[in-house]
Each structure stands twice: as structure tokens, then as C-alpha cells.
């Protein structure tokens, strides 16, 4: 979920669970959100996003949740592999000329 | 291969030493922007640009500035006025939302 502070939130899996990560968001206005993963010393990968007219998407492996009403987002990453250890950041766009606003990120770290 | 690529990949900053960062892309994309990660933290906009010889600050823009002179290239200089710059800054292009590419980032150092 969300951090406060310094620490960021962080998600310990055994190899072959299934994670889930969340993210809240406060701008209902917000229309687009993205999720990326960040490997430590590098930029950020897009893994998957969705549209506000939607609650549900899937890719491969990963499955990405709306609750419009409650302002929430998750991840879910089937079967985690250690290689799905990095930091996780949803990403919301406000409407308005392309910026997005990013969360501060959850620490996912499989146990092999 | 289209991409976004950051250089240098580390940077070391005297104290009241200027040093430019260097963003350049080949994807085509019209929005280029400039973020900064301290540890812990989220993505912070610093400056953005969605179109050649224009830009507009983001929200922590004071003691950086940049330049948009080529659609490619997307440079920022990291000034004397910048009382903080030990951090991790990342380059991003994007061609509507759906596009936002980043580069690896540059890790810059006062030393």
C-alpha cells in the first residue's frame, strides 16, 4: 500500500505464491493508471495498466484491479519467481497534459 | 532499437559545480521529462516538455534547469542552487500516456 515516510512498504513471498500489492489513490478524477517494476540500480519497466472504465485487466502472469469506489489499485503477480524481487509503483495520470503522479513503491522480495 | 538512453550512469558533483545530465531518445516521442528518486521515495517531476523549445516546471524544478532544442535530447543541469542533488534521476518520453518509456537513470553524487 501506500508509505508514509522514509520506509517503504514491504512484501516477503515464498517462491510459487501469488503476490498481491497495493496502491491507494486519492484523486477521483484520476483516469489511467500504471503499474511498473524497478530492479535496484535501474529505471523503471511498465508492466501493465488500466483505464478508469475498466476493473479488471490481465497480462501475463499479472492480473491489475479498480475499485473506483473505494480509490484502490492492486497487483496481483501469479506464481512469483525470485526474479519478480524489485520495487513496485502504481502511477496515476490526473487528467491533464500527460504527467503522472507516482506512488512511493512497495518492496517485493521472493524467498526462494 | 528505439530507446531511451541516460548518461552518464554516475555522476560526481563538486560543491558549487554545475553538471548536465544527458537524456536522448529515438522513439519518436514528442513529451520528455526528468524525475527524481531519493531513497525510500517516490518519483518526484522536476521538469517536462511536451513539445520542442518548450518546457514547464514540475514540482521540485528549483536549482535545475533544461533545455528542449532537439526532439531527441532532453538535458538537465544540476546548478550550485541545488543544495541537495545526491540522488537518482530518471528520464522519461512518452507518446500519450501509454508510452511513458524510462531510461536507466543516472546516479549523480556530492562529493
Known amino acids: 500500500g501506500e508509505s508514509v515516510g522514509l520506509h517503504l512498504p514491504t512484501l516477503s513471498v515464498q517462491e510459487g505464491d501469488n503476490s498481491i500489492i497495493n496502491c491507494a489513490y486519492s484523486?477521483?478524477?484520476?483516469?489511467?493508471f500504471i503499474w511498473y517494476k524497478q530492479e535496484s540500480g535501474k529505471g523503471p519497466q511498465f508492466i501493465i495498466d488500466?483505464?478508469?472504465?475498466?476493473d479488471k485487466r490481465q497480462g501475463q502472469r499479472v492480473t491489475v484491479l479498480l475499485n473506483k469506489t473505494v480509490k484502490h489499485l492492486s497487483l496481483q503477480i501469479a506464481a512469483t519467481q525470485p526474479g519478480d524481487s524489485a520495487v513496485y509503483f502504481c502511477?496515476?495520470?490526473?487528467?491533464?497534459?500527460?504527467?503522472?503522479?507516482f506512488g512511493k513503491g512497495t518492496l517485493l522480495t521472493v524467498n526462494p | 532499437d528505439g530507446g531511451i538512453t541516460q548518461s552518464p550512469k554516475y555522476l560526481f558533483r563538486k560543491e558549487g559545480q554545475n553538471v548536465t545530465l544527458s537524456c536522448e531518445q529515438n522513439?519518436?516521442?514528442?513529451?520528455m521529462y526528468w524525475y527524481r528518486q531519493d531513497p525510500g521515495q517516490g518519483l518526484r517531476l522536476i521538469y517536462y516538455?511536451?513539445?520542442?523549445?518548450?518546457?514547464q516546471k514540475g514540482d521540485i524544478a528549483e536549482g535545475y534547469s533544461v533545455s528542449r532544442e532537439k526532439k531527441e535530447s532532453f538535458p538537465l543541469t544540476v546548478t550550485s542552487a541545488q543544495k541537495n542533488p545526491t540522488a537518482f534521476y530518471l528520464c522519461?518520453?512518452?507518446?500519450?500516456?501509454?508510452?511513458?518509456?524510462f531510461g536507466s537513470g543516472t546516479r549523480l553524487t556530492v562529493v
Open positions: 522519461a518520453s512518452a507518446q500519450g500516456l501509454s508510452g511513458y518509456t
Open positions: 484523486n477521483s478524477a484520476s483516469d489511467y
Open positions: 522513439l519518436n516521442h514528442d513529451a
Open positions: 488500466i483505464r478508469s472504465n475498466m
Open positions: 516538455s511536451q513539445i520542442v523549445n518548450d518546457f
Open positions: 502511477a496515476e495520470n490526473r487528467g491533464s497534459n500527460y504527467k503522472l503522479t
